[in-house]
Structure formats: C-alpha cells, structure tokens
C-alpha cells in the first residue's frame, strides 16, 4: 500500500496547485465571494452522510479494516450538520420557492458535484474488496485535507467580518481532517502503508485514485465558475442577470 500512498501524495499535491485553490488564496476578493460557491456544494456535502452510513458502513464488522471503516464513518457522516448550520450562519436560510430550490440543486450549475457523490456511490457500492474502499477514502480524505486548509483560511478572514465561528467552513472541520482515514489506532499511516496488495490490486487502486482526484478536481473548477458567476449575497442570481438588470434600469 505504500507505493498508493505516496501516489495519493503525488496527486495530492497537485490538486493543491489547482484554480480552485488559487482563488481560495486570493485576498484581494471579498471572503465572502470565495465562499460564495457554498449553496452549490449541497448535493455533495448532504449526501456524503448516506455515502458512510449506506455504503462504507458494514455492521457488524467483518474484519479490522471494516471497524476502521465504521469508525470514520460514523465520523465524517456527522460533518453535514455543519453545514446546515454554516448555510444559516451565511443568510442563505431565507425562504425561497421549493421547486425553484429543486432546480437549483439539480441544475446546471451543480452537475460535476451531483456526479462526484454519484461515481462514489458507484464505485464503492458493489465493491467486495475492502482495500478497494479504503483506497478510496484515503484519496477523499487527501482532497479534503486539501481544500478545508484553503477554506478555513478565508473562514478566518470572514470570521473577522461576521464575528462568527464556521463549523463547516471554519477551522474545527479541518482539525478534524487528518488526511487519513480516521479510527481508534497508534499510527494509522503506518499501518495502511504496511498492507500488502497484489499487482493487480495495486492497478485498480491507481486507477481508483485517479478517478478520485479527477471527480474532485472537476467539482471545484465548478465552484470556481459558481463562485465567479454569482454574487455571494445572490446565489441565485448570475452576475449577469444583475448587469442586465442594471442596464435595464
């Protein structure tokens, strides 16, 4: 497994360098507008809490790394709370049409997202081989490890303005992405890297790691484009809707 390891590092390291992530760190924009991708993330991050507890959760157990799995999901299966409250905390919890917020989820606009949960949901849903998924928790928690630095950096900035905490956003959910797999162990990294895999197991992983990062990478060059788009106090309206409306007056 150590040679997996070092190329979710390779891969990790790249999706550091993405545009994604260049905007994150761009403080000439207004925190809030590095944010403003947020709403979008909904189909991601609500159903990532089905994601551990339909489909990586076995129980009872059937061998250590199955407990390690349960364990981590009944951890990262509680981070959609967050952002339940983070949306309150960041006004978008005002009412708006229930059709209107079906379209929106399911819209244009959210395709690479909705397909990232999806291809994970496919991958991991018929898999026998319990090294297979925890390739592919491994390659998640890489990304997320990733991208919550970023994102609890401009939480830092929007704390300043706003005066508060981000449970989602903020720097408590980073604490808890570690970059591993999370469970009750001395050294996890080490015991992952000392797993044995067969050639034809370490192909697959490859391949699963490259699907991975590749659906990651897709679904934030989306909310690159989201948050370009629209307006952080407007989610639902693009900033050309707005020029035009101006215009218009």
Same mark, same amino acid.
């Given at each position: 497994?150590?040679?997996?390891?070092?190329?979710?590092?390779?891969?990790?390291?790249?999706?550091?360098?993405? %545009?994604?992530?260049?905007?994150?760190?761009?403080?000439?924009?207004?925190?809030?507008?590095?944010?403003? #991708?947020? %709403?979008?993330?909904?189909?991601?991050?609500?159903?990532?809490?089905?994601?551990?507890?339909?489909?990586?959760?076995?129980? %009872?157990?059937?061998?250590?790394?199955?407990?390690?799995?349960?364990?981590?999901?009944?951890?990262?299966?509680?981070? #959609?709370? #967050?952002?339940?409250?983070?949306?309150?905390?960041?006004?978008?919890?005002?009412?708006?049409?229930?059709? =209107?917020?079906?379209?929106?989820? #399911?819209?244009?606009?959210?395709?690479?997202?909705?397909?990232?949960?999806? =291809?994970?949901?496919?991958?991991?849903?018929?898999?026998?081989?319990?090294?297979?998924?925890?390739?592919?928790?491994?390659?998640?928690?890489?990304?997320?490890?990733?991208?919550?630095?970023?994102?609890?950096?401009?939480?830092?900035?929007?704390?300043?303005?706003?005066?508060?905490?981000?449970?989602?956003?903020?720097e408590s959910h980073f604490a808890k992405e570690t970059g591993h797999i999370q469970a009750e162990m001395d050294d996890v990294e080490r015991f992952i890297e000392s797993i044995q895999l067969t050639e034809a197991q370490k192909e697959k992983a490859f391949t699963l790691v490259?699907?991975?990062?590749? =659906?990651?990478?897709?679904?934030?060059?989306?909310?690159?484009?989201?948050?370009?788009?629209?307006?952080? =106090?407007? %989610?639902?309206?693009?900033?050309?809707?707005?020029?035009?409306?101006?215009?218009?007056?």
């Amino acid at each position: 497994m150590k040679e997996v390891q070092a190329f979710i590092e390779e891969k990790k390291q790249k999706f550091a360098q993405t %545009p994604f992530m260049k905007f994150l760190q761009d403080k000439s924009i207004d925190p809030r507008q590095r944010l403003a #991708w947020a %709403p979008a993330f909904a189909p991601f991050a609500m159903s990532f809490k089905d994601f551990n507890r339909n489909i990586l959760r076995k129980e %009872p157990a059937d061998s250590q790394l199955q407990e390690m799995i349960n364990q981590h999901s009944y951890e990262d299966g509680r981070h #959609w709370v #967050w952002f339940v409250q983070d949306m309150k905390l960041m006004g978008y919890d005002n009412p708006i049409n229930y059709t =209107d917020t079906l379209k929106f989820l #399911w819209g244009e606009e959210t395709i690479k997202v909705r397909k990232m949960a999806y =291809d994970l949901f496919a991958i991991c849903t018929f898999e026998e081989d319990i090294l297979m998924k925890l390739v592919v928790v491994e390659s998640i928690e890489a990304t997320g490890n990733v991208a919550l630095y970023e994102i609890a950096q401009v939480a830092k900035e929007l704390q300043q303005i706003t005066f508060q905490h981000h449970p989602y956003f903020g720097e408590s959910h980073f604490a808890k992405e570690t970059g591993h797999i999370q469970a009750e162990m001395d050294d996890v990294e080490r015991f992952i890297e000392s797993i044995q895999l067969t050639e034809a197991q370490k192909e697959k992983a490859f391949t699963l790691v490259e699907k991975v990062f590749a =659906d990651f990478t897709e679904a934030m060059d989306e909310m690159l484009t989201f948050a370009q788009k629209h307006p952080y =106090d407007q %989610p639902f309206t693009t900033m050309g809707n707005i020029k035009q409306s101006r215009t218009a007056a």
